[in-house]
T-cell receptor
């Protein structure tokens, strides 16, 4: 079963505007969440994480919001830049579950000039 | 600081053969996890090694096995290769107890 879902396979945004990538999860036991960015022919690069005890975490242009009641998180990128064009993966983990991460299927973000 | 490295970059094998993939973890990290990423999918957890022992396993058959060495580097071995094993194999290193995992560039395995 797909415990972490990214329902939008692709997203296109204009340079300078906000990109919002969404992720839903079904396992209420997950207690930390991460976003990774992946370019072709490279491994995923860690972007930002959030613990379930928080509802927001910010790092520069990247902000992650967590809504536990809705089992939903989102990544906001402001302002979007052409170099942000990549596949973005949402991942979830369990404290006490080792460092195993459960990933979504990814969203391809294209930032257009 | 050296990042996670993997070898080889690409590999082509025939069904039924065996393969070994290698990973060197980032300096300071003691935990290595392996993931399989099929085309169009997210990475799927295979297993994790900590202190040279398996510390968790995903839904993969026993023909997927691994090792971790005293220097924290790791190997992934796959026996009796099947066509469906064709995928990108990713290694990630981390420190036990910390959320973030840092990935290598991956090994692209093609089984024909």
């Amino acid at each position: 079963d797909q415990q972490v879902k990214q329902n939008s396979p692709s997203l296109s945004v204009q340079e300078g505007r906000i990109s919002i990538l969404n992720c839903d999860y079904t396992n209420s036991m997950f207690d930390y969440f991460l976003w990774y960015k992946k370019y072709p022919a490279e491994g995923p690069t860690f972007l930002i994480s959030i613990s379930s005890i928080k509802d927001k975490n910010e790092d520069g242009r990247f902000t992650v919001f967590l809504n536990k009641s809705a089992k939903h998180l989102s990544l906001h990128i402001v302002p979007s830049q052409p170099g942000d064009s990549a596949v973005y993966f949402c991942a979830a983990g369990l404290t006490g579950g080792g460092n195993k991460l459960t990933f979504g299927t990814g969203t391809q973000l294209k930032v257009e000039l | 600081e050296t990042g996670v490295t993997q070898s080889p970059t690409h590999l082509i094998k025939t069904r039924g053969q065996q393969v070994t993939l290698r990973c060197s973890s980032q300096s300071g990290h003691n935990t290595v996890s392996w993931y399989q990423q099929a085309l169009g999918q997210g990475p799927q957890f295979i297993f994790q090694y900590y202190r040279e022992e398996e510390n968790g396993r995903g839904n993969f058959p026993p023909r997927f096995s691994g090792l971790q060495f005293p220097n924290y580097s790791s190997e992934l071995n796959v026996n009796a290769l099947e066509l469906d094993d064709s995928a990108l194999y990713l290694c990630a290193s981390s420190s036990m107890g910390y959320y973030e995992q840092y990935f290598g560039p991956g090994t692209r395995l093609t089984v024909t």
